[in-house]
């Protein structure tokens, strides 16, 4: 992309969002900063499956979690839980949720997501071809797998994917050994998704973006912001120590972007759901990320050894991590694998804050009474999947071109009846 304005933006949170915006915008010639208080990738993004999970089109928020909810909820050591001294403050999330489950809400957010993920491997390898980084994905496919659910229901699941045009394919037991010698026999079936790609490093992965975006002259500044505010014609960044100004500001503080958000008057019912992984000391044989529909975990064969990733939890970002909820994956990956003498390596439990939007959608694009100020958060589970589309249409708007998709869906109005946005940004400042 030709250099065209040396305008400055400030990328608030240096996460896999923050930083695919911050090398996108650096590449079209702004000035960026990219301010983390915590140093680069060090939130929720340093941590994830490194699934570039693609087929996963349709919203959380589905009618058949009604039913399953309540014994999810309060099972400690379940794939969900609520911690009981959080319910009062995830109730208004919830009652969201439930809202999204109807039939209206779930089609339309089901092809929102669908136009991201579409997308979402081509935004990849424009950024990472650009660079040499090509070999960042690897792209081997995943696997759904299935112990016990009765074939009528795979087949109903399998089916819905293939009218979204997701390139999938149905494997008995025999074609996934074929595959994934190394799982356990208990596996009956598995869905093969082809167009995904996982990470071996998520941590690295961010990293090595971080490192382009120093090269093409981005400077990242290691402080908190915690006020944003619009003066005449640019925007006042400041902590308690220091004020810093830009004329655009794009915030992509993952989970914790709401405080930011909130002062300018947008109502975002913005929460975390923790998630928690653990890593074994090898990849126990396995190429490609194995996720278990029954189990709902994930593991992801990475450089370091096998990473057993999921779970869901409301709990809030403050609250200390749950060790127990990691450990609780264990037993499910040793009945997974064919080799079930496992052995976890030493301090690698992990939790993450996703930051989720009851409808599964993240929030991307300008703020509708706010010129300027451009929002980049709630991805949810998607956030690795979804950073480089993000950082294309969060680019094109900066640049006031036409974003590649409808940007409506995204749009921070959806949850609050003031503030409009129109399907496209004004295209003249
Ligand atoms: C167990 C687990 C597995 C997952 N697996 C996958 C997967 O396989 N595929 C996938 O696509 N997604 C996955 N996800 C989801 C994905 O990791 C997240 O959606 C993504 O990391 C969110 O990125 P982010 O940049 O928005 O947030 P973060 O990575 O959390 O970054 C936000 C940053 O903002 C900073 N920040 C916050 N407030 C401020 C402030 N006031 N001033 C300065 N800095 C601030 C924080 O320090 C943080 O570094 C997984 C998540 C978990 C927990």
């Known amino acids: 992309m030709a250099e065209q304005n040396k305008q400055q933006i400030a990328v608030v949170g240096a996460g896999i969002i923050g930083i695919c915006c911050a ?56 794939p969900l839980r609520i911690d009981w001294r959080y319910i009062i403050q995830a109730l208004p999330w919830f009652w969201l949720f439930t809202k999204n489950m109807r039939h209206k809400p779930f089609r339309a957010n089901t092809l929102a997501l669908k136009a991201l993920n579409k997308r979402a491997i081509t935004a990849y390898e424009n950024l990472l071809n650009e660079f040499n980084l090509a070999s960042l994905l690897t792209k081997k496919g ?83 912001i915690t006020s944003i505010k619009q003066t005449q014609s640019t925007y006042a960044l400041s902590n308690d120590e220091q004020t810093f100004t830009a004329d655009k500001v794009v915030i992509a503080a993952g989970a914790w972007s709401k405080s930011l958000v909130e002062p300018f008057g947008y109502k975002v019912p913005l929460d975390t759901e923790r998630g928690y992984h653990c890593m074994l000391a090898s990849n126990y044989g396995l190429s490609r990320p194995v996720a278990s529909a029954e189990r709902s975990f994930i593991m992801t064969p990475m450089s370091q050894g096998l990473r057993v990733a999921g779970t869901v939890e409301f709990a809030g970002t403050e609250r200390k991590m749950n060790n127990k909820r990691a450990l609780a994956l264990l037993p499910n990956a040793k009945a997974m694998l064919k080799n079930s003498a496992i052995s976890l390596q030493p301090s690698s439990v992990w939790m993450g804050c996703r930051p989720s939007l009851p409808d599964s959608l993240p929030v991307i694009g300008e703020a509708p009474y706010h010129p300027n100020l451009f929002f980049a958060f709630g991805h949810q589970h998607l956030g690795l999947t979804q950073g480089a589309i993000t950082s294309e249409l969060i680019t094109a708007v900066c640049l006031r071109r036409r974003a590649e998709i409808d940007l409506k869906p995204y749009c921070i109005s959806r949850f609050s009846t003031q503030a409009a946005c129109s399907s496209q940004l004004p295209l003249a400042q």
């Open 142 to 224: 995943s696997l759904l797998t299935f112990e016990a659910t009765p074939l009528s229901q795979i087949n109903a699941m399998y089916s819905s994917f293939l009218d979204q045009g997701i390139a999938v394919e149905l494997l008995n037991a025999e074609e996934v050994k074929i595959l994934e010698p190394n799982l356990s026999d208990t596996i009956k079936h598995a869905l093969l998704f082809k167009d995904v790609a996982h990470s071996v490093d998520p941590h690295l992965f961010c990293l090595n973006l971080a490192d382009k975006f120093s090269a093409l002259g981005g400077k990242f500044c290691q402080q908190k």
């Open 23 to 78: 090398l996108n915008l650096q590449r079209a010639g702004f000035d960026v900063t990219l301010y983390d208080e915590n140093g680069l990738a060090q939130g929720c993004s340093k941590g994830n499956a490194g699934h570039f999970a693609t087929e996963q089109i349709f919203p959380l928020a589905h009618p058949s979690l009604l039913k399953k909810l309540p014994g999810m909820l309060f099972n400690p050591l379940g």
